[in-house]
T-cell receptor, first 109, second 112 residues
């Protein structure tokens, strides 16, 4: 059983559409991260959340600690948003990070 | 410009050979990590280090070895004991007291 589950696995959207990616986790956490991995392979951190909601440009991330669930929203999607989005959590009982399998997003012009 | 540098970007291993992946950071981070990424799976922890000259095994350490002689450097050796080494390897670092992870650009290792 994976400690972090993401859905959907793959997502194709038309440019301009509103996109939601979901993440559920089963362990106690100190923080949740949303990461973006482009085709070249490098990973960048988009958000780090321990409660509530954060916004950066067209990206919004929310977390519900009681329900152990987080969502990443992309408003007015653009082809350059095409990437793999990974949800990761840091356990509150050690230094361990757990990663979801990623959501592959393709935005079509 | 601070960051994490991984090299090489592509690496090929012959059967029975040990290969070493380089990871260097100039972020002054104490903690460094090695992850393995396989298609359809989440990143899996190989080894991590929170301080110079100390490191701990992760979930899939068998067939791998590391060293941490300098704060900036955390090389990973894939030994001949690792029977299925083909994967994408990512190095990361963080401040121990902080949450944010910084990643390198990765090394794709393939077997000849």
């Amino acid at each position: 059983k994976n400690e972090v589950e993401q859905s959907p696995q793959n997502l194709t959207a038309q440019e301009g559409e509103f996109i939601t990616i979901n993440c559920s986790y089963s362990v106690g956490i100190s923080a949740l991260h949303w990461l973006q991995q482009h085709p070249g392979g490098g990973i960048v951190s988009l958000f780090m959340l321990s409660s509530g909601k954060k916004k950066h440009g067209r990206l919004i991330a929310t977390i519900n600690i009681q329900e152990k669930h987080s969502s990443l929203h992309i408003t007015a999607s653009h082809p350059r948003d095409s990437a793999v989005y990974i949800c990761a959590v840091r356990s509150n009982t050690g230094n361990q990070f757990y990663f979801g399998t990623g959501t592959s997003l393709t935005v079509i012009p | 410009d601070g960051g994490i540098t991984q090299s090489p970007k592509y690496l090929f291993r012959k059967e029975g050979q040990n290969v070493t992946l380089s990871c260097e950071q100039n972020l002054n981070h104490d903690a460094m990590y090695w992850y393995r990424q396989d298609p359809g799976q989440g990143l899996r922890l190989i080894y991590y280090s929170q301080i110079v000259n100390d490191f701990q095994k992760g979930d899939i350490a068998e067939g791998y070895s590391v060293s941490r002689e300098k704060k900036e450097s955390f090389p990973l050796t894939v030994t001949s004991a690792q029977k299925n080494p083909t994967a994408f390897y990512l190095c990361a670092s963080s401040i121990v007291a902080d949450e944010k992870l910084f990643f390198g650009s990765g090394t794709q290792l393939s077997v000849l």
